[in-house]
Structure formats: structure tokens, C-alpha cells
């Protein structure tokens, strides 16, 4: 930022907007509130959920309380959105009850927000609904800690990176990263030799999307894990994730500090350096900064 603007800059605080699609609404949120709350600027948060049917997994009360529908917040505008991931990754999109109120939802946050971040199972259906890019199956499923590497070093989203970071997977589905460098709306920041392209921007600075979960806390993995093998559907060890590849010994956290470092730059600048101070002059005319 220049000095001039840093003298002058107006403040206030961020509203963002976050569509919570995971089962856990509690876990998924809070990994999520402790992310943005690692940072300086003072966020203001909207939960949003799909739709009204009850949660399984999440009392009434909590739901009541705390979450919106689309109708209470499609005439708002926001600085940013995040789209949390979804036990969805073997179904068909148009299969999926509620595939177009997420639609309309991606739709709307093109002309109503200023930058909307895709997780894992979100960032799938944001790069085939907004660029038509197909997703494939996997015939196992992509759990684990992988190592990834930057592929563009010069963009803002990467500063403080290392060359080489570790991130979680958790999917049954992938996008051809030869697909994604073809596409001249989309860059590929980093990647990995095994899980594929993880972060991935559009040209304008508007979408980003991360095939990963930077979110997870220690133990999710592991809460996935067993989950599994008690349904009995006899999962493959997450990779790279228990010390000496042992499920009963402790798992290994090496992706919290890059986690932190990818939202308190998304959110400085990608959100608060491009988003209007008044949300009212946010509308699809409003000129974003273009990738190089």
C-alpha cells in the first residue's frame, strides 16, 4: 500500500459472509471465525446456510439463532464470501438437492461481493459452474497432509510463503490442472506432484478457489478417519498425517501457519485493499485489479 493511501485510508470493519455447507456447522465455523480472527482488521460475520431443513448434525436452536437464509442477505453487499466444503465429492452437481440455490448464490456474489474464496468441494463446483471445467472421480479417496509448491511467486495471495508448504486434502474429486492452465481466466499459484492444483485465481482477483481445507484443525483428519472405519467402509490411511503412519500414534499439524497466512492475505489483499469503503458502490462495474 502506498504511503498516501495509508494516510488517508478510511476504516471499517469487513463484512464477510459465510455460507456453511459442512454437516459439523459448529466445527466448520468456528475453524473458520479462528482464521479471520488471526488477523488485524475487525471482521463482522453473516452465517448462511442452504436451506432450512434440519441439521443432523446441528441443534434447531444453534441454526435458529445464528444462521440466515439467501432471502435475508441477497440484497446486501459484502466484502467477502466463503463457501465452506461439502460431503458431496461422488455426486453429480446437478444431482445434489440444492445445486441451484448454489448457483444462484455464485451468481449473486459476482456483483454483490468484493472477493469469494472456494473451499475443497465449493471451489470444484465454483470452477465448473463459472468456467465450465468438469471435475474427475477419484477411485480412491484424497486424504491426507501433501506437500505443494508455488507455481507464481508474484502475486500479494503468496507473500510470506515458502517455496515448498504442506496442506490437508480431503475429496473424492480432482480437476485437471492442465485444464486450469489452459483456461485464460484462471492462474494456478500452487500445486502439488500428488493432490493436483490448490490455489487457484481468476483474473480479476474475484474468485479464489483452494481444493484443500487450510481450515482443519488437528484432529479432523482423524475424526474422518474413524468415522469411516466404523461405517465400515474401510478408508486408506490419510497420507503424510500420524507419525510413522500409525493411527493410534499422534497426528501431525504442519499446515496451521500456512492455513493463517492464506486468509490474513486473502482478506488484506484481495478484500479490504480492493472493496469499496461504502458496500453500496459495489456492483459488477467496479474496477477490479487484473492479474499479470
Given at each position: 500500500?502506498?504511503e498516501?493511501?495509508?494516510?488517508?485510508q478510511?476504516?471499517?470493519?469487513?463484512r464477510v459472509?459465510?455460507?456453511?455447507?459442512m454437516?459439523?456447522?459448529?466445527?466448520?465455523?468456528?475453524?473458520?471465525?479462528?482464521?479471520?480472527?488471526?488477523?488485524?482488521?475487525?471482521v463482522?460475520i453473516?452465517?448462511?446456510?442452504?436451506?432450512?431443513?434440519?441439521?443432523?448434525?446441528?441443534?434447531?436452536?444453534?441454526?435458529?439463532?445464528?444462521?440466515?437464509?439467501?432471502?435475508?442477505?441477497?440484497?446486501?453487499?459484502?466484502?467477502?464470501?466463503?463457501?465452506?466444503?461439502?460431503?458431496?465429492?461422488?455426486?453429480?452437481?446437478?444431482?445434489?438437492?440444492?445445486w441451484?440455490?448454489?448457483?444462484q448464490?455464485?451468481?449473486?456474489?459476482?456483483?454483490?461481493?468484493?472477493?469469494?474464496l472456494?473451499?475443497?468441494?465449493?471451489?470444484?463446483?465454483?470452477?465448473?459452474?463459472?468456467?465450465?471445467?468438469?471435475?474427475?472421480?477419484?477411485p480412491?479417496?484424497?486424504?491426507?497432509?501433501?506437500?505443494?509448491?508455488?507455481?507464481n511467486q508474484?502475486?500479494?495471495?503468496?507473500?510470506?510463503f515458502?517455496?515448498?508448504?504442506?496442506?490437508?486434502?480431503?475429496?473424492?474429486?480432482?480437476?485437471?490442472?492442465?485444464?486450469?492452465?489452459?483456461?485464460?481466466?484462471?492462474?494456478?499459484?500452487?500445486?502439488?506432484?500428488?493432490?493436483?492444483?490448490?490455489?487457484?485465481?481468476?483474473?480479476?482477483?474475484?474468485?479464489?478457489?483452494?481444493?484443500?481445507?487450510?481450515?482443519?484443525?488437528?484432529?479432523?483428519?482423524?475424526?474422518?478417519?474413524?468415522?469411516?472405519?466404523?461405517?465400515?467402509?474401510?478408508?486408506?490411511?490419510?497420507?503424510?498425517?500420524y507419525?510413522?503412519?500409525?493411527?493410534n500414534?499422534?497426528?501431525?499439524?504442519?499446515?496451521?501457519?500456512?492455513?493463517?497466512l492464506?486468509?490474513?492475505?486473502?482478506?488484506?489483499?484481495?478484500?479490504?485493499?480492493?472493496?469499496?469503503?461504502?458496500?453500496?458502490?459495489?456492483?459488477?462495474?467496479?474496477?477490479?485489479?487484473?492479474?499479470?
Open positions: 500500500m502506498s498516501t493511501r495509508a494516510a488517508n478510511d476504516i471499517r470493519p469487513m459472509l459465510l455460507l456453511n455447507l454437516p459439523n456447522k459448529i466445527e466448520t465455523e468456528t475453524q473458520i471465525l479462528r482464521l479471520l480472527g488471526n488477523t488485524p482488521l475487525q463482522d453473516d452465517l448462511l446456510r442452504i436451506h432450512d431443513k434440519a441439521s443432523k448434525h446441528t441443534s434447531v436452536d444453534h441454526m435458529n439463532a445464528f444462521y440466515r437464509d439467501f432471502e435475508q442477505v441477497r440484497h446486501n453487499n459484502y466484502d467477502g464470501l466463503i463457501i465452506t466444503g461439502a460431503p458431496l465429492g461422488q455426486i453429480d452437481f446437478a444431482e445434489v438437492s440444492y441451484q440455490h448454489i448457483q448464490i455464485i451468481d449473486w456474489s459476482q456483483s454483490h461481493v468484493t472477493s469469494t472456494f473451499l475443497c468441494w465449493a471451489a470444484h463446483a465454483g470452477l465448473y459452474h463459472l468456467y465450465g471445467l468438469e471435475r474427475t472421480i477419484l480412491v479417496k484424497r486424504s491426507g497432509v501433501f506437500l505443494h509448491q508455488r507455481v508474484h502475486f500479494p495471495l503468496l507473500r510470506g515458502d517455496d515448498e508448504f504442506y496442506a490437508p486434502h480431503s475429496r473424492f474429486a480432482e480437476m485437471d490442472i492442465k485444464q486450469i492452465h489452459e483456461h485464460p481466466d484462471l492462474t494456478v499459484l500452487a500445486s502439488s506432484d500428488e493432490a493436483g492444483a490448490y490455489l487457484v485465481l481468476s483474473r480479476d482477483n474475484r474468485n479464489l478457489f483452494v481444493t484443500g481445507h487450510p481450515e482443519y484443525n488437528k484432529v479432523t483428519l482423524n475424526d474422518e478417519y474413524q468415522r469411516d472405519v466404523e461405517l465400515g467402509l474401510a478408508p486408506q490411511l490419510p497420507q503424510n498425517y507419525k510413522n503412519d500409525d493411527p500414534a499422534a497426528a501431525i499439524a504442519r499446515w496451521h501457519s500456512h492455513g493463517s492464506l486468509i490474513s492475505n486473502w482478506l488484506n489483499y484481495y478484500v479490504y485493499q480492493l472493496t469499496p469503503y461504502d458496500l453500496s458502490d459495489l456492483s459488477a462495474t467496479t474496477p477490479w485489479e487484473s492479474n499479470p
